[in-house]
């Protein structure tokens, strides 16, 4: 399977399903730079 059939793939399973996982913000000011970030902000 090709890339393309992979992301076609991926689009009408992203369409077709819901995802419930919540998005947190790191909050910085409080607790400091992400270590992986590396000073890339």
């Given at each position: 399977?090709?890339?393309?059939?992979?992301?076609?793939?991926?689009?009408?399973?992203?369409?077709?399903?819901?995802?419930?996982?919540?998005?947190?913000?790191?909050?910085?000011?409080?607790w400091?730079?992400?270590?992986?970030?590396?000073?890339?902000?």
């Amino acid at each position: 399977m090709v890339a393309f059939e992979h992301i076609q793939r991926a689009i009408i399973w992203l369409n077709n399903n819901e995802c419930e996982a919540k998005v947190l913000k790191w909050n910085t000011a409080a607790w400091g730079e992400i270590p992986a970030d590396y000073g890339r902000k």
